[in-house]
């Protein structure tokens, strides 16, 4: 029999010899349309598929442009030849086609014409990504064994080092362009660089950096690319002089048709950090010692925090559960339950059931205070700052609520112990509260959230002295690229707000923007206490009315022009103190606070210091063992993972099966009694000591036992909870049976 013969198009992106034992057997339920570029793939790839036995085998002929040998359709292996080379392109049918078209069979493969050439434009579909590409007929060329990457031949019956010579220029072409992207990045990466320093410089100084800066630096950046000047080319990305990949580009075309959408930059050295070259800091010597004012810290407590039931005063919770909280649980008479108790939505929703979940969050917060309050006395702080978040979303426009009445009572009586104790209790309104932005919504979500921290101090029912020390301590905010033009917003805002909330408001230096010189003109225009915070101040300060630290902010005459603003009013002055981190240098590092403070500031030694550490309570107790405070002897150790003043129950006594005891074969006395098991070896004197567990009450929950154990050292927060059940220590016969240079020994 004839063998009849079949060409196989193959598309010129071909990357491997094709064998002939890797040519595609399409199922033959159905006949498949593919493009030219899948077709190899196709060929490579798909599973065989079966033909009838009965099938009698006729040899072909495969003219593969790679090699050509008889190939035999057997009784399993048929090859079926797509009809992709003379059809239109459509997309593989799925596999669960109902109608499957039957398989060619092998006499039909004579008919077809497999010779016809490709199409001048085939679009080719990668997979599922509706991406296109457009192919010529020019660009298809004969794949051979040593023209596998697709290489048009610029003339027939090239020799192969003709092509090795074109493979060669091409891929050292290919590495000058790699190069050339990569110098392009490190261009663009020093430049934004340069960027960002210029506006650390600008930020630490206490400039507001301007959009034109900018401009003056992409104009210095460009006018530094000398070699892109009147029309010349790019440098060579490597120093052996060899093209790169820019070598026929001008500079209009490499910066875009307007010559300014791209721009890149001069490769810069790398340069050293500005924060750490910055002039060192000029700090006073003074320490206000004896100590008569209040310490204080801020919203959290971690000794109450960490209890095992923890009191604080930051519950909240998020949109979604007051809005799941408007539908009722589907057993309302048992508590809820996060699997089997949840809210059932199949039901009717109530706006009053979600509002009444989240308020109930509220008054747990409330009641905490009373016990916070009474935990501060007891170790000698009377000053503390109430969470922003004790009800949560209270100044929402959708979710929020008025505190009065259902909160009234509660807060009364935290107000009453705070009067009792002499407690001076203060406020922080978030970052996001900004009198001088430039939106209306933000400066009406501005007022909303002062209106709620008004009301939450008003209603804890102060006495007038105290309460009129309940300030709201704000920041300005952003500078919006004007402080000239922010400073006139917060004006007009400000004039609109209630009585009750100018009375409370006072303004705060901040670390990003705004500085003491800044805010003490109009904290004198509009008579408004300023709250000096000395961290911010070593970040942001004006350079030509003062040195960075704590002696130049600390003149009789800057300190008077603040306190007056104080005294004007009648409110007792309050100061912030903190400080960085070790080894922070930039601005932006060094605003995060450090977790115990080291030194005080030189403030007047009367003064209501708020100390803002990561540590609360512990930094104030840190202070007062360093200085020797008043109070600093009621402080006491704790010890690891045990707490005194929480209640425990007796431990549980695992029952055992007592042995019989073994017969001794021995005459006693006729009035002697027997010997029992649990009588060997015990004696008359012989004291059994039984663990009953503690009982603790609940005034003395968590107050730090009898002994006042309640400091636990720098780095030691795992102190507060109980050690862990599961950890096994290591033990030296371990040790010695592990290879230390095994992988392993550190897991140990």
């Known amino acids: 029999m004839t063998p009849t013969p079949a060409t196989l198009p193959l598309h010129p992106v071909s990357f491997s010899v094709l064998s002939i034992r890797q040519i595609a057997r399409p199922k033959p339920r159905a006949l498949h349309r593919v493009s030219a570029a899948a077709l190899y793939i196709r060929l490579k790839f798909f599973h065989p598929v079966r033909q009838s036995r009965t099938t009698s085998p006729t040899p072909i002929r495969c003219s593969h442009p790679l090699r050509s040998v ?63 590409a457009t192919v010529q007929a020019e660009d298809v060329a004969e794949v051979t064994p040593g023209n596998m990457l697709g290489f048009r031949p610029q003339r027939k019956n090239m020799d192969s080092k003709e092509l090795q ?149 930051s519950r909240t919770c998020r949109m979604a559960s007051i809005i799941d909280h408007r539908y009722p649980l589907m057993d309302p008479s048992q508590p809820e339950h996060s699997v089997k108790n949840r809210p059932d939505k199949s039901q009717e929703p109530s706006h009053e059931r979600g509002q009444k979940f989240v308020q109930e969050l509220g008054l747990a917060n409330a009641r905490d205070i009373v016990r916070m309050l009474r935990w501060n006395d007891k170790y000698g702080i009377k000053f503390m700052r109430l969470s922003s978040e004790m009800f949560p979303f209270a100044s929402h426009p959708v979710h929020g609520y008025k505190l009065a009445p259902f909160a009234s009572e509660v807060l009364a009586e935290a107000g009453r112990v705070a009067a009792e104790l002499g407690h001076r209790l203060t406020t922080h309104p978030g970052q996001f509260t900004q009198l001088g932005s430039p939106r209306k919504e933000v400066v009406d979500a501005a007022v909303r959230d002062l209106e709620y921290h008004d009301e939450l101090l008003s209603l804890l029912r102060l006495p007038e002295q105290q309460d009129r020390d309940a300030v709201m301590v704000l920041h300005m905010g952003g500078v919006f690229g004007d402080k000239a033009a922010t400073l006139d917003r917060f004006r007009k805002n ?58 130049d902010i600390s003149e009789p005459e800057l300190q008077a022009r603040i306190t007056a603003t104080w005294t004007r009013k009648g409110i007792k002055q309050k100061m912030h103190y903190s400080e960085p981190c070790p080894g922070a240098v930039t601005p932006r590092d060094r605003r995060k606070h450090s977790a115990r403070v080291l030194t005080l500031p030189p403030c007047p030694p009367d003064m209501d210091l708020m100390i803002e550490a990561k540590d609360k309570e512990q930094a104030v107790f840190e202070l007062m063992r360093n200085f020797k405070l008043p109070g600093f002897e009621r402080i006491n150790d704790m010890i690891p993972n045990e707490r005194e003043d929480e209640p425990r129950p ?26 029992e098991l649990n009588d060997v070896g015990a004696g008359a004197d012989d004291q059994v000591q039984v663990d009953t567990g503690r009982e603790v009450s609940d005034e003395d929950y968590a107050m730090g036992g009898p002994d006042n154990r309640v400091y636990w050292p720098p780095g030691r927060e795992d102190w507060l909870k109980p050690a862990k059940r599961n950890a096994r220590p290591v033990r030296v016969a371990d040790m010695e049976e592990v290879d230390v240079s095994s992988p392993t020994f550190d897991q140990v």
């Not at 090859?79 to 049918?93: E, G, K």
């Not at 075309?253 to 500005?274: K, Y």
């Not at 055992?656 to 001794?664: D, F, G, H, W």
Request: with cysteine; hydrophobic share 30%.
């Open 70 to 132: 008889p190939y035999r359709l057997g009784r399993t292996y048929p090859y079926v030849l797509p009809s992709c080379a003379t059809r239109p392109l459509s997309t593989m049918p799925r596999r669960s086609n109902p109608s499957p078209k039957p398989a060619l069979k092998p006499e039909q493969l004579a008919d077809i014409d497999v010779k016809t050439p490709l199409r001048a434009q085939v679009n080719l579909r990668r997979s599922s990504r509706g991406l296109s």
């Open 165 to 313: 010579e074109i493979k060669g220029k091409t891929k050292e072409e290919m590495q000058l362009a790699v190069e050339g992207l990569a110098r392009m990045e490190r261009r663009l990466r020093s430049a934004t660089k340069r960027q960002k320093l210029r506006l650390e410089d600008e930020t630490a100084v206490g400039q507001v950096p301007h959009s034109k800066s900018v401009k003056d630096e992409n104009l210095m950046i460009k006018q530094q690319i000398g070699e892109l000047q009147n029309g010349e080319q790019l440098p060579s990305p490597d120093e052996e002089g060899k093209n790169d990949l820019a070598k026929d580009m001008t500079r209009e075309q490499l910066l875009g048709t307007e010559g300014e959408s791209i721009e890149v930059p001069a490769e810069a050295p790398d340069i050293s950090e500005r924060g750490a070259t910055r002039v060192p800091p000029v700090n006073s010597g003074y320490l206000p010692l004896p100590w008569k004012g209040r310490l204080g810290y801020a919203c959290l407590n971690t000794y109450l925090r960490s209890a095992k039931t923890p009191v604080f005063s």
């Open 494 to 551: 400000y004039a609109e707000l209630s009585p009750s909330v100018k009375a409370r408001l006072v303004l705060e230096n901040d670390d990003v923007g705004w500085s003491v010189h800044d805010l003490l003109p109009v904290c004198e225009e509009l008579n408004i206490p300023l709250v000096l915070d000395y961290h911010h101040h070593n970040i942001i300060f004006d350079s030509t009315q003062c040195r960075e630290g704590t002696l």
């Open 650 to 675: 007796p431990p549980k006594v695992p029952k055992r099966r007592q042995k019989l005891a073994v017969s001794v074969k021995r005459k006693r006395v006729p009035d002697e009694d027997p010997i």
